[in-house]
């Protein structure tokens, strides 16, 4: 598929306080690049992440949201993550539904001590929108910048 | 009208090197509600934080953005800072510009627009900040440490000195764990049982210290300052009061066929046994693995020659509850196996050992009473071939990826005692690196090649092959010389990786606190906070945080201790005020919330409400317990009719966020 | 140094030669290390350093019977014996490069040592 290298897409990624950012913060602290338009607003746990959110980031112009959690087994909160991927996956069957591509929100697991996973899977997840484009779907056209 | 203060932070270079931080404090100073927008060389520093203070009052802010390094650095310090000049501390809130833009782009511009919308949305959301007060919550004095190694023993004691409660939590029906195994100490060459023992026993005499040996932490509730633990006391089929641990059962048992893990599984024990003559505390176990008596009901032995009756065939799993205020972490390490690396032959020739195997042949206790001699046919070795870094090092698929710290120490330490008694016996040393930082540690090094001619050859052994006539060959590199060596060896000893130990891991499921992906607890923080783990309340101590030799794990049960001394010495902490509560107009009563609180923090009640028309109705409404919710905030996306909500992470400021930086 | 030989023969070999620690179990490993002049531990270091030259003039390079065994014992999965194989097709690729020519090959066969081919076929065939 032709890429466009001109499109910047807008990301937001969900990232639990005690694994997933403490990770972001490893990756930088290691001083490992990925692209600017990751932006992260942090969650006391991914189980904070409600659907919602997800689909308010889509109407207003988000191309797409990440959202990471501890590996199954590690969250801080005990069982948070679970509750997470089971709410993304009915959100998955919502957004088939709507006609939005699955591959535009992402559910991932980065511990602590994982900052060179977080800086690949950032780069990953942004070529992927980047070559999905820009999200039209769901996006509220009065919401889009001039 | 909300008033607020945003401070843009240089970080000498750190920050202002790829972001142009006056462009950052230009552009955020236009954001609806800034009064104030300014940037500062180190706003961390004493002069930036009166920087902020002095807005803070000269302004009459209301809300506070320090856009700087990550929040889990500085956020308490901007926030106490607030809170010296009165403003609550929860209307701080931070843009992390350093560790999430700063240091991973490259490009000017793309990072300042995306400080700029980092800043943006933090403002964004400190319109929504709420003030809040933080509740408290009393501290139970007393505290448990999980694992009886040096470690364990070691913060338990120092604890115990602080005149506070502790228990210890063994899986071993022994304390003293690998030290106990261990027959001299590097660098000074100490007899380890001489300086461990008396530790065990001061331990076990100690009125503070309570010891639960053959016990297994089987599950952990509440958070810190209040711990419930159900501790599992494995039945051993002898009564622990009774038993004087005469050793008279383990004279007579009739099954002496046991593999004995004390000794590496190089002799055997009988089915009833005290692991070690110094055992504490010294009662004795049964085996039901191998017992007669309780596999198949006949023998009967040894509760006929105990003259106490201690023998109880009849013992079950016991399980006791108990309340602690800190929890310390002391699981220590175990050597891997080295079976999976055929290249050493290890699994098909009993004279390849590892090293802990090694520390047995040669400990006055161990199977050959101190002499050392060869596994297989019990004779004198005369060559005997070190190999470094097995499993250590490695790929992630060939092994750990680590440096296990501890074994060029003990290997010079091996080769130097063997070089001493037994002169005839020539020692090579098969290297990659010698690394010995530490006290006096490279002069032992030295010592054992200058002193006692211990041959160090710089390159790794590539192939180990048990001959017919008992020789091993040993096929390696010399890399200096650039030889392939050939070496009729009789004995070949493996520096094993260690790894944690395996009960590690179910272990920090429970308590909540994280791993790196080596099965090592993660602590709060690499630098400044080495032996805390990020979840309050649990302390690490020793080698499961990480390799050490024995000074580090005291150095660091030590530290532990202090940590655990100091939270058990206040009599109440702050609670995170970041926690759940419900709007009670709104909720339908449906328990949603209740079901996946995994802190039973939510219970229901019934409520009367005024109706609008003047009636009073009663309602089964949804009520949260300040002081047992941590927040994750489960329950506000489980609820359906969004009556539930989180301090600090509302729904409305996540929205905010979200359009922050969608715009 | 060439360059372009260089990077050629880190994209042939698909081996990340800066992976190496220097430990020398390749070359402790080796059945053929007797035969070679350059050794495994030393085409990983030499081409790591970009001196690739006195590789390429070497008959080292057909004394590797690619039997993998430092493949399999690399502690660091840095695979000398492609590194190996990488310089062998640079050098028979070259113009001249190559050192025999197939009518000179039996002539030359040793009885004790088993054939190149035969190897690498029992390597490939029984996986």
Redesign the interface.
């Known amino acids: 598929m032709q890429v466009n290298n001109d499109f910047q897409p807008v990301i937001v990624a969900f990232c639990c306080n005690w694994c997933s950012y403490a990770g972001a913060d490893l990756s930088g602290t290691n001083r490992l690049n990925y692209p600017a338009n990751v932006k992260i607003i942090r969650v006391p746990c991914s189980c904070r992440v409600n659907p919602m959110f997800i689909l308010r980031a889509f109407q207003k112009g988000a191309d797409g949201v990440i959202i990471c959690g501890c590996h199954p087994g590690d969250c801080h909160y005990t069982s948070g993550n679970y509750y997470t991927r089971r709410r993304i996956t009915l959100l998955y069957s919502m957004l088939d539904f709507l006609g939005i591509e699955r591959n535009r929100t992402r559910l991932e697991w980065v511990s602590a001590a994982e900052g060179a996973k977080f800086a690949a899977v950032m780069n990953s997840f942004v070529d992927e929108v980047k070559k999905l484009g820009p999200n039209r779907r769901l996006e509220d056209l009065r919401c889009r910048k001039q | 009208m909300q008033r607020i203060g945003v401070f843009v932070c240089h970080c000498g270079t750190n920050i202002a090197a790829t972001v142009d931080v006056k462009a950052v404090a230009e552009a955020l100073s236009h954001e609806p509600g800034v009064v104030i927008s300014q940037d500062y060389q180190y706003m961390c520093s004493e002069s930036g934080q009166d920087l902020v203070k002095n807005a803070i009052k000269e302004h009459k802010l209301t809300g506070v953005v320090v856009c700087s390094c990550?929040?889990?650095m500085h956020e308490n310090t901007f926030r106490k800072a607030a809170a010296s000049v009165g403003l609550n501390p929860y209307l701080v809130e931070i843009a992390?510009i350093?560790?999430?833009?700063s240091?991973?782009?490259?490009?000017i511009a793309?990072?300042t627009?995306?400080a700029v919308?980092?800043g943006k949305?933090a403002v964004a959301k400190v319109h929504l900040n709420a003030p809040l007060t933080a509740g408290e919550s009393p501290v139970v004095k007393r505290a448990l440490v999980i694992g009886g190694g040096i470690a364990g023993i070691q913060t338990a004691l120092d604890i115990a000195e602080a005149g506070f409660d502790v228990d210890i939590v063994e899986k071993e029906p022994t304390i003293g764990g690998k030290m106990a195994q261990i027959d001299k100490t590097f660098p000074t060459l100490d007899c380890a049982a001489c300086i461990l023992t008396p530790k065990m026993v001061e331990a076990a005499q100690n009125e503070h210290i309570t010891i639960h040996s053959f016990s297994e932490v089987s599950d952990v509730k509440g958070f810190v300052g209040n711990f419930t633990v159900t501790i599992k006391k494995k039945a051993r089929y002898v009564d622990e009061t009774k038993c004087t641990g005469c050793g008279l059962c383990t004279e007579k048992c009739p099954m002496k066929k046991v593999p004995n893990e004390f000794n590496m599984g190089l002799d055997n024990r009988t089915a009833v046994y005290i692991p070690f003559a110094q055992a504490v505390p010294k009662v004795a176990t049964i085996d039901p693995n191998y017992c007669m008596m309780l596999k198949n009901g006949k023998c009967g032995i040894c509760s006929k020659v105990c003259s106490v009756g201690a023998i109880d065939y009849k013992q079950t799993d016991r399980f006791i509850e108990q309340k602690y205020g800190a929890i310390v972490v002391a699981t220590g390490f175990n050597p891997i196996k080295p079976d999976k690396y055929n290249?050493f032959a290890y699994s098909i020739c009993p004279d390849v050992v590892t090293s802990l195997e090694l520390e047995r042949l040669m400990n006055a206790a161990g199977p050959n009473g101190g002499t050392l001699l060869r596994p297989s046919d019990k004779t004198h070795p005369h060559t005997i071939v070190f190999v470094q870094?097995v499993g250590s090092?490695?790929?992630d698929?060939?092994?750990k990826p680590y440096c296990s710290k501890i074994c060029c120490m003990y290997t010079a330490k091996h080769a130097m005692l063997i070089r001493e008694k037994y002169p005839d016996t020539e020692v090579y040393v098969f290297y990659?690196d010698v690394r010995t930082p530490g006290k006096n540690f490279d002069e032992f090094y030295r010592r054992a090649v200058e002193q006692y001619g211990v041959h160090y050859i710089?390159?790794?052994?590539?192939?180990v092959m048990p001959r017919s006539d008992g020789k091993i060959d040993v096929?390696?590199?010399?890399?200096l010389s650039?030889e392939?060596l050939h070496i009729n060896a009789d004995m070949v000893v493996l520096a094993t990786a260690i790894e944690p130990d395996k009960t590690a891991r179910p272990l920090?499921?429970m308590l909540?606190t994280?791993?790196?992906?080596n099965d090592f607890f993660?602590e709060a923080h690499p630098k400044l906070r080495p032996v805390e783990s990020?979840?309050a309340g649990i302390i690490l101590s020793g080698a499961c945080q990480g390799p050490k030799d024995i000074p580090e794990t005291v150095a660091q049960a030590s530290a532990a201790a202090a940590k655990a001394i100091g939270l058990l010495v206040k009599n109440s902490i702050t609670c995170n005020p970041?926690v759940a509560h419900s709007d009670e107009l709104m909720c339908n009563g449906c328990s949603s919330c209740e079901k996946?609180c995994?802190y039973g923090a939510i219970t229901y009640q019934d409520k009367e409400f005024r109706m609008p028309d003047r009636t009073t109705a009663v309602r089964r409404v949804a009520s949260v317990n300040p002081a047992v919710c941590?927040?994750?905030?489960?329950c506000?996306?489980?609820c359906p009719s969004g009556a539930m909500d989180?301090n600090g992470?509302s729904?409305s400021q996540?929205?905010a966020?979200?359009?922050a930086?969608?715009? | 140094m060439n360059k372009f030989d260089l990077e050629w023969i880190n994209l042939t070999s698909g081996v990340n030669v800066r992976k190496c620690m220097r430990c020398g179990k390749c070359s402790a490993t080796c059945p053929s290390y007797d035969e070679m002049e350059y050794h495994p531990h030393q085409f990983v270091y030499m081409v790591e350093k970009g001196n690739i030259e006195p590789l390429l003039g070497s008959d080292s390079l057909y004394k590797c019977l690619t039997c993998f065994a430092c493949v399999e014992r690399c502690p660091r999965g840095v695979e000398p014996a492609k590194v190996v194989e990488a310089v062998r097709l640079a050098a028979v690729r070259k113009q001249g490069g190559n050192h025999l020519t197939p009518d000179q090959i039996p002539a030359m066969l040793d009885d004790d040592l088993p054939q190149q081919a035969i190897v690498t076929a029992f390597r490939k065939y029984t996986k």
Not at chain 2, 103 to 107: E, L, N
Not at chain 2, 475 to 479: K, P
Request: glycine letters at 6%; aromatic letters at 2%.
């Open positions: 990550s929040p889990r992390n350093r560790e999430q833009c240091w991973i782009h490259k490009d793309s990072a627009d995306k919308i980092l949305a290249e870094c090092r490695c790929d698929e060939k092994g990659i710089k390159g790794m052994v590539g192939k096929q390696a590199s010399d890399l650039n392939q920090a499921t909540t994280q791993m790196d992906t993660t990020a979840t970041c996946v995994p941590q927040g994750c905030g489960a506000t996306v489980a989180l992470f729904n996540i929205m966020e979200v359009d930086i969608c715009k």
